[in-house]
């Protein structure tokens, strides 16, 4: 940490070692040991109008503080968990966005809807006195599924949302693709399901809170993606508060994927009754009660269909989609499905027309926002897919019809029909490297050994993309003091390794030392501007930012050691941590020079946040055809990410990322009972996640073109193999089973879905 830093160097996390040495600050084992204890008392229906609720008993068992209802929300005034993103129809409506209190009056909507939040001494005497809680609850029936959602006379959501339709959205150009398909030597057609997926963190969600009352000031601590936008919708839009009177913090996260970037209902129900009670109060999620409230994703039906010319030119795409949005409307969840699909739906290829279509509905099922990838696994599991289809449809290899419509370097900046630009890629040198990383010529061999072993073997192929996205309200603010420079950013780490990239880009930029730098983070009392962290594009963001701040300390300094050496500024010239007077000896150091009157250096995120970070993988199954196994044997990943900090962080998120995927493809599905709305993969006894055993060794190779869209020539690259993954993995299984006359299998691809396609049953 002491040597000189640059770009690219593949430094270890130096975060690591307070982690792993049980110095980690996570939000349940920081919390005071005095605060009262919440538990969330949920609704045990999918769909129910509440009758009543009697707290009398409960309220006088032993230990009880005080027990709330969505009654006293209301009279408190207290408003509508919001989106922030939004989708519109045709005509150009806005998305339906019917009202989502913390806990709702009147009607719960999902097993798991908060009915009441009972404040205790301990968490038995909540336990208790839950009990006791009589609600009267009229069951009504539900709808779990989009198919039954847009039923004619199917059971409403939201009374106000006729037939339970959010938004009817589209995008594309309808005639071109439509003319397009017209004129089509060929058309290969596909429907999935992409299976509803859960994100299983090792920390769950927990929040903490105290009570200043000399400032009337409520802090809550909790697990979140980024501080500042709960914090601005909580005070702004749900509870009507000033800022100065609500502090939010977050330090150290357990993993966050997407779900622990939302509003929820549990902190902002902390932050409320902590001001009401004037006690701290403190909640962890069970793992069980996680997979009811956190946010769900990917819950697709889709139909695709790809047209190609007499020479296997692809002419256009056209999709028609359906979209489970769960029963309400979650922080960015318009856009997750669908402009999700749209950014990536035209691959690697060149794809002249492209048409989508979606019907976005109300269920009786957990609200449904961005997981790792955010619309993006299930998109190109169908493209790819159909890519497959088409090429032995029409005599190609999957390979050779890849290379005839592969994107060239030259074509870019690419304008997609879909309506996105992709920024830089070289996709012919990125398909040929994954190729040969993979010893795709060889395959021939292993293939006949699997089979002389009575085993199936399949390769596939994934030519995938990401479109980073996020929210760039971005102030860095890097103070420099006599020993150290302490970096504020709007970004937030929830396992990346943002303390050692952002510091590695400052320490490049100064030329000081690592140790001598510290990244701060959460806290919207000394960093009221972020957007927090999503979309893969944290480095995009506060990296770019930092680099422009530390010029910024540069320019200051220079001023400032023109004064101490008594010459002009123009003469000054900053190298290896130092100011020095050109053509001379005489020079002061960074911290020497903040010694006498520390300054800053800050700048706002003056670039754009979108990047196409691009990547070929290649995998090889074995399937067992006796038990409907699938063996995961090699898997190799390609990725361009424009300009590589930190290569080991880099392949440290490629591993992620592609295991992430392998759960999507193989294991993962969250299961209601579609008559009774029940979630029956509730516990990790029922809900799998991939194991050691699960994933072979990863190859992982990088090639980099660097990005436009920003002057570090940065791409994002946390969600690029989760969006390949799933269709590598699929287009490898149905390569081994290509022979046996199976055409498709959805996600998750079990042994048992394996075993009956095989046996046609």
Not at 605 to 613: R, V
Request: glycine share 8%; aromatic share 6%.
């Amino acid at each position: 940490m002491n040597a000189p830093v640059a770009l690219g160097q593949p430094l270890m996390r130096r975060e690591d070692r307070r982690l792993l040495t049980g110095r980690g600050r996570y939000a349940d084992n920081t919390a005071p040991a005095g605060a009262l204890a919440v538990l969330f008392v949920r609704s045990p229906h999918a769909h129910a109008r509440l009758a009543g609720i009697d707290k009398a008993s409960a309220l006088a068992s032993p230990g009880i503080a005080a027990i709330y209802t969505a009654d006293d929300l209301v009279a408190d005034k207290v408003g509508h968990l919001p989106a922030i993103s939004e989708i519109k129809d045709a005509a150009g409506n806005r998305h339906r966005e019917p009202e989502h209190l913390p806990m709702p009056p009147g009607k719960v909507r999902h097993v798991g809807d908060i009915v009441a939040m009972i404040t205790a001494e301990t968490l038995d005497q909540a336990r208790d006195a839950a009990e006791l809680l009589e609600i009267d609850y009229e069951t009504l029936p539900a709808v779990v599924t989009a198919a039954q959602a847009l039923a004619p006379d199917a059971p409403l959501v939201h009374d106000d949302v006729a037939g339970n339709l959010m938004c009817r959205w589209g995008k594309g150009d309808a005639a071109a693709t439509d003319a397009a398909f017209a004129r089509a030597a060929h058309v290969s057609t596909l429907s999935i399901r992409s299976p509803r997926q859960i994100v299983h963190y090792m920390e769950t969600r927990a929040a903490w809170s105290a009570y200043d009352d000399a400032d009337d000031l409520v802090t809550v601590t909790f697990s979140s993606q980024g501080v500042q936008i709960p914090h601005r919708l909580m005070c702004e839009r749900v509870l009507n508060v000033p800022k100065d009177k609500l502090r939010l913090v977050t330090e150290d996260v357990g993993g966050g994927f997407g779900p622990k970037y939302p509003i929820y209902a549990e902190s902002t129900l902390i932050a409320w009754a902590t001001r009401k009670l004037k006690r701290g109060l403190r909640w962890t999620c069970e793992r069980a009660e996680l997979t009811q409230s956190d946010s769900h994703a990917r819950d697709l039906v889709a139909s695709g269909e790809l047209a190609l010319d007499a020479q296997g030119k692809f002419l256009a795409v056209r999709v028609k989609a359906e979209a489970n949005y769960g029963a309400y409307v979650s922080m960015f969840a318009p856009t997750i499905p669908t402009t999700g699909l749209a950014k990536v739906i035209s691959g690697l290829y060149r794809i002249p027309a492209i048409r989508i279509d979606f019907d976005c509905v109300f269920t009786n099922t957990v609200p449904v926002d961005a997981i790792r990838g955010a619309g993006k696994p299930e998109a190109l599991f169908l493209l790819e897919r159909l890519v497959d289809l088409a090429a032995h449809e029409t005599g190609h290899t999957p390979a050779e019809l890849r290379r005839l419509n592969l994107l060239k370097a030259d074509e870019m900046p690419y304008a997609a029909a879909s309506g996105y630009t992709y920024d830089a890629a070289d996709c012919v040198q990125l398909f040929e490297t994954a190729l040969k990383a993979a010893d795709e010529p060889r395959f021939t061999a292993r293939r006949a050994a699997s089979e002389a072993a009575g085993k199936r073997r399949g390769l596939g192929l994934a030519c995938h993309l990401h479109g980073t996205g996020g929210i760039a309200d971005e102030h860095v603010v890097v103070q420099v003091g006599p020993d150290r420079l302490v970096a504020s950013v709007g970004t937030q780490s929830q396992g990346q390794g943002h303390e050692t990239v952002f510091a590695q880009i400052l320490a490049a930029s100064l030329g000081v030392p690592m140790d001598r730098i510290e990244v701060r983070q959460g806290d919207t009392r000394s960093i009221p501007h972020g957007g927090g962290t999503g979309g893969s594009s944290s480095t995009i963001i506060s990296g770019t930012t930092l680099k422009r701040a530390a010029d910024v300390v540069i320019q200051r300094g220079r001023d400032l050691a023109a004064e101490r050496l008594e010459t002009a500024p123009a003469d000054i010239a900053y190298r290896d941590g130092s100011f020095e007077v050109v053509g001379t000896d005489r020079r002061i150091g960074l911290f020497e020079l903040a010694a006498a009157k520390p300054f800053t250096g800050d700048a706002l995120f003056g670039d754009k946040i979108e990047s196409f970070p691009t990547g070929v993988m290649v995998c090889e199954v074995e399937v067992d055809p006796e038990t409907g196994v699938v063996r995961v044997d090699r898997l190799t990943e390609v990725a361009d990410c424009g300009t590589v900090v930190n290569p080991r962080l880099l392949v440290g998120q490629v591993h992620g990322g592609i295991v992430h995927g392998l759960g999507n493809a193989l294991l993962e599905e969250a299961v209601y009972d579609e008559e009774s709305g029940q979630l029956l993969s509730g516990t990790l006894m029922d809900y799998a996640l991939p194991r050691a055993d699960d994933t072979p060794s990863l190859q992982v190779e990088t090639i980099a073109t660097a990005s436009s869209n920003n002057f570090m020539g940065l791409k994002g690259v946390g969600e690029l193999p989760t969006n390949g993954a799933p269709a590598a993995i699929a287009n490898a299984v149905l390569d081994a089973l290509r022979a046996l006359g199976v055409r498709h299998i959805d996600m998750p691809i079990t042994a048992h879905k394996v075993w009956r396609a095989i046996n046609g049953r």
